[in-house]
């Protein structure tokens, strides 16, 4: 439901891992370019991360 309406809205979801029990998931909004992800690490550790083109605008040419 809710990849659904984050796609209707124009950003980018990408899913894996659920077949397995791992699930890993990504998600870029547009048109700001926010990065945000869910993952497992290693040792089982779900991972979270997330960017915001605020700060790394240097970075990537902004």
Do not use: N
């Amino acid at each position: 439901m809710v990849k659904h309406h984050w796609e209707s809205q124009g950003h980018l979801i990408v899913t894996h891992g659920f077949d397995i029990g791992r699930p890993d998931v990504s998600g870029r909004t547009r048109p700001d370019d926010f990065l945000l992800s869910l993952s497992w690490t290693e040792g089982d550790v779900l991972g979270i991360g997330a960017t915001s083109p605020c700060v790394w605008s240097g970075v990537r040419g902004r």
